[in-house]
């Protein structure tokens, strides 16, 4: 049956995750192919899954009310199906690439339908070394400054721009090479399973948000933190947006050059000798795990009546700020963009 589709297939995987593993194949027509393939039964297996995690929440909420996981089981329910159903990828992929399409330096893998089904996503088959891969990119030549550059202006078009979010930006979904044509750096992107939707109130206080935290205007940080939902922890919310010290922030981030110590927080366990939580101040990021500290944006459930809940990071109550819906349609433009964030954006 493979040799009747493909002229070659690679049994080894490139790669391998939880639902799905990749593999290289070759078309009879000569087309270089990557072939994602989701893992036998993981349907099945993955509703059982959903529903053991519910049972076990519940049962760990009754002896401890304030355990503040049960909000884990409502997205697994949600996004679950979404990751699995690999159409529903291709279209995500289809909608960034036309999305982002006048950045010439971002390439997303072509999708071929006539081969794809929920199951199996067979797309163009594009290589590269890790976007954190230092030795590849001095190997090739690729400018490591030009690379922070392009992948900043990306993800400020998905987030201010167009709200429609790549989820999943780990450094095995972010490729980087040189374009074997015009010898000029590419970013590769992966992976488009899950996507997130943000309202344009959202975007434009979280634009706001950035603006104030670089002018150092500490007013308007709590009150965009707060209208975001963080409450009294909006310190917390400006130290994981920057990944700098609360000291840093009311210095200005601009000003105040990046410590040797702020740099190893982020790397380190958390201290046993953290203060502030305990004191009534507010409280230290630099206390928290490195997976709290580096969920920033992504980390969050959205809404209102944010509370910090460990590990996890941040979880909304009500859906109202992000909204959680997941778009299936053809990409269309957004129209002209609103004049206020091409204002707030012009004088960051």
Known sequence: MIHDLFMSFDDTPLGAASLAQVHKAVLH?????????????VQVQSSKDILLMEVLVLAIKQLFPDFEFVWLVDE?????????????????????????????????????????TKRVLLMEFLDG???????????????????????????????????FVHCD?????????KHPDTGKAEIVLLDHGLYQVLTEEFRLDYCHLWQS??????????????????????PLLACML??????????????????????????APPSSECK???????????????????????????GQNWRYSGRAGWRGGETASLDGRREREPYSSPGPVNPEYKQVMLTM
Request: charged fraction near 25%; aromatic fraction near 8%; proline fraction near 5%.
């Open 29 to 41: 027509d000569g087309r270089t192919v990557a072939v994602k393939v989701q893992h036998p039964k």
């Open 76 to 116: 697994a329910k949600k996004n679950l199906p979404l990751e699995l159903d690999f159409l529903n990828e291709g279209r995500n992929a289809e909608k960034v690439a036309q999305m982002l399409k006048h950045f010439d330096f971002l390439k997303v893998p072509q999708i071929y339908w006539e081969l794809s």
């Open 129 to 163: 070394g890790q976007v954190n891969d230092k030795d590849y990119m001095e190997r090739n030549k690729i400018d490591v400054n030009e690379i922070s550059r392009h992948l900043g202006k990306v993800y400020s078009e998905m987030v201010f721009v167009n709200g």
């Open 169 to 177: 930006p780990h450094p095995g979904n972010v490729l980087v090479r």
């Open 213 to 234: 935290l670089i002018w150092t205007d500490m007013e308007s940080v709590k009150k965009y933190s707060q209208r975001l939902g963080a409450g009294d922890l909006y």
């Open 242 to 267: 920057t990944a700098r010290s609360w000291s840093s922030v009311n210095r200005g981030i601009s000003q105040a050059p990046v410590t040797a110590t702020e740099v190893g927080a982020l790397l």
């Open 276 to 302: 502030g939580q305990d004191q009534g101040g507010p409280l230290d990021p630099f206390c928290l795990e490195p997976e709290v500290l580096s969920g920033g944006l992504w980390g969050w459930g959205g």
